[in-house]
């Protein structure tokens, strides 16, 4: 039985570091396209949190992590609780609180909504994602709203 010739090893040495290298930069850059492709939450099955009830005072608005998504929840009024997603239905942007106007601005094309999420102008072409809220004493339920 022949030895390999050192040119020979060099090069399965070569092909091997190589292919481990094709492997690492495959999970490198294949491991967030799986997390974008995932559906939001897992299967938490609406995956309802609770958040303090008086974390927004009327007017104001308070952003949250809903399902790993940008959030936010309003207080139009006293008692009345609004929670919307904050990701522009356009491009995907985080809309921003206007309170002296009482909407959501887009900062990237100007989008505007109203409170309970309609586009009031720019380019968005559907509402905000809107989620429902109950009040359970002094905490409040953010959840999907259920399709029926
Ligand atoms: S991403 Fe919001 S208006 Fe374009």
Known sequence: MEEPLPTQQRRRFLQMILGALGVALAALFGWPIFRFLLPPGGDDGGGAIS???????????????????PAVLIAPAAGEYLALSAVCTHLGCIVKWVADQDEFLCPCHGGRFAPDGRVLGGPPPKALESYA????????????????
Request: hydrophobic content about 45%; overall charge positive; proline content about 3%.
């Open 51 to 69: 958040l303090p009830r008086d974390i927004v005072a009327v007017g104001k608005a308070h952003f949250f992590d809903f399902q790993g998504r």
């Open 133 to 148: 809220v109950t009040v359970d004493g002094d905490q409040l339920l953010v959840s999907q709203k259920r399709v029926v």
